[in-house]
C-alpha cells in the first residue's frame, strides 16, 4: 500500500505584515520588479472546508467566498472567489514562499498584482 501526503489548506490562519502593489509592464509582459512594500498588518482567515475565508485589516473586515478550488498542490493553492460587495478575485496562497497574491484593476483599468507577505502560519 502507498500513503501519499495530503496537503490540506483548512482551518488555517495566514498573519502578514507587508504589502505591496507592482504594476503589468505591457512592454516586457511582466510584472514590474520594483514594487515598495509598506508596513500592513493584516490577517487571512480561511475556514475548515475551504468554502470561504475572511481577511481583517485594521479598518475592515471582508469575506471572500470560494466559488472553485483551481489548485491545491505543493503548498500553492489558488481560487476564483466572490467578495461580500460581488467584486470577483483569484487569489493565490503561496504557503512554501509565504506570500498571498491577488490581481485588481486600477481607476484607469491598469491591471496591478497585490502582494502581502505571510508573517506566520498557523
Known amino acids: 500500500m502507498i500513503v501519499m501526503p495530503t496537503i ?5 490562519f495566514l498573519s502578514c505584515n507587508l504589502k505591496e502593489y507592482c504594476a503589468w509592464n505591457e512592454v516586457t509582459e511582466a510584472w514590474e520588479m520594483d514594487c515598495d512594500p509598506f ?5 487571512f482567515e480561511m ?5 470561504m475565508f475572511v481577511h481583517t485589516t ?4 471582508s469575506t471572500y467566498y470560494i466559488k472553485e478550488k483551481v489548485s491545491g498542490e505543493d503548498g500553492l493553492f ?9 467584486n470577483e478575485y483569484h487569489y493565490l496562497f503561496d504557503i512554501k514562499h509565504k506570500e498571498v497574491k491577488t490581481m485588481i484593476e486600477d481607476e484607469n483599468g491598469n491591471s496591478l498584482l497585490v502582494r502581502w507577505y505571510v508573517k506566520a502560519v498557523f
Open 39 to 43: 508596513e500592513n498588518n493584516c490577517l
Open 78 to 86: 489558488r481560487y476564483n472567489v466572490i467578495s461580500d460587495v460581488g
Open 58 to 61: 485594521s479598518e475592515m473586515k
Open 8 to 12: 490540506l489548506f483548512g482551518q488555517t
Open 47 to 51: 475556514n475548515e472546508d475551504e468554502t
